[in-house]
């Protein structure tokens, strides 16, 4: 049975870890070098670092943050944030990323996940779709960290990706960021019942149960969360016991 994956997510924003609501008012949360030093020694599955104003900025990550964070890090890590070209997806797997996550570039044009896929493989290709709900049953990519609406619809465009070659898909849903009610299991559930390649949900965590839900009712590969971690809620250790409890297979 493939095992569920907990990953703490840094958002990091001038080199420092912050965290918002509904992808605005954020909050200082810490450094992000050591923060993932305390999550690898804490039992994380994965670690993602997201430089959240890198596209907004028209700038590329901060690599030397990076290079400071893999260090520290010794788990899986998957770094995005103003990913634009093969030479940027290359210099952060050099700077010791594990997977690199494209988002405003892949909406850009596909063709660009393809090239990627081809040249450093689907597996360390990751897609981030930021989605906003739009109607009752109709959510829209934004990009450039959520400023941006483009007009394409969420399902579709996860579609589209996966035959483009991504790996794996980073969900956040715009609406629950930051508000700890939870993901948008409605949008999750849709986009895991669509396609066949993992999916990272992401946005709204405030309770293990929401976890669980993501991971048993939304068919989530991997859960995400932030809150709930940087400011000390729950450890991983933690999480990971009350899913082993429900009996989700994790690794302990």
């Given at each position: 049975m493939i095992k569920a994956r907990i990953i703490p997510c840094l958002d990091v924003d001038n080199g420092r870890v912050v965290k918002g609501i509904n992808f605005v008012k954020l909050k200082d949360a810490g450094d992000p070098v050591e923060q993932a030093r305390?999550?690898?020694?804490?039992?994380?599955?994965?670690?993602?670092?997201?430089?959240?104003?890198?596209?907004?900025?028209?700038?590329?990550?901060i690599l030397d943050i990076v290079k400071k964070t893999a260090k520290k890090s010794f788990v899986p890590l998957t770094v995005g944030g103003g990913v634009?070209?093969?030479?940027?997806?290359?210099?952060?797997?050099?700077?010791?990323?594990?997977?690199?996550?494209?988002?405003?570039?892949?909406?850009?044009?596909?063709?660009?996940?393809?090239?990627?896929?081809?040249k450093f493989g689907a597996q360390c290709?990751?897609?981030?779709?930021?989605?906003?709900?739009?109607?009752?049953?109709?959510?829209e990519v934004f990009t450039h960290g959520g400023r941006n609406k483009t007009g394409i619809d969420v399902i579709d465009f996860a579609k589209k990706i996966e035959k483009?070659?991504?790996?794996?898909?980073?969900?956040?849903?715009?609406?629950?960021?930051g508000t700890k009610s939870g993901y948008d299991l409605d949008l999750l559930k849709k986009i895991t019942a669509t396609i066949n390649i993992p999916v990272i949900a992401s946005g709204g965590v405030g309770t293990l149960d929401h976890l669980y839900d993501g991971i048993v009712k939304g068919g989530a590969s991997a859960v995400l969360a932030a809150s709930i971690f940087h400011y000390g809620e729950f450890k991983i250790k933690d999480v990971k016991e009350y899913l082993n409890s429900k009996n989700v297979s994790v690794r302990l």
């Amino acid at each position: 049975m493939i095992k569920a994956r907990i990953i703490p997510c840094l958002d990091v924003d001038n080199g420092r870890v912050v965290k918002g609501i509904n992808f605005v008012k954020l909050k200082d949360a810490g450094d992000p070098v050591e923060q993932a030093r305390i999550y690898s020694e804490s039992g994380a599955d994965e670690i993602c670092f997201l430089d959240i104003t890198a596209s907004s900025d028209n700038r590329d990550t901060i690599l030397d943050i990076v290079k400071k964070t893999a260090k520290k890090s010794f788990v899986p890590l998957t770094v995005g944030g103003g990913v634009r070209t093969l030479t940027n997806i290359r210099d952060l797997l050099f700077a010791g990323a594990d997977k690199v996550s494209i988002n405003t570039a892949a909406v850009k044009d596909t063709n660009f996940v393809t090239e990627s896929s081809k040249k450093f493989g689907a597996q360390c290709i990751v897609v981030a779709i930021d989605a906003k709900k739009i109607s009752s049953d109709k959510w829209e990519v934004f990009t450039h960290g959520g400023r941006n609406k483009t007009g394409i619809d969420v399902i579709d465009f996860a579609k589209k990706i996966e035959k483009s070659g991504a790996g794996e898909i980073l969900l956040t849903s715009m609406d629950k960021d930051g508000t700890k009610s939870g993901y948008d299991l409605d949008l999750l559930k849709k986009i895991t019942a669509t396609i066949n390649i993992p999916v990272i949900a992401s946005g709204g965590v405030g309770t293990l149960d929401h976890l669980y839900d993501g991971i048993v009712k939304g068919g989530a590969s991997a859960v995400l969360a932030a809150s709930i971690f940087h400011y000390g809620e729950f450890k991983i250790k933690d999480v990971k016991e009350y899913l082993n409890s429900k009996n989700v297979s994790v690794r302990l």
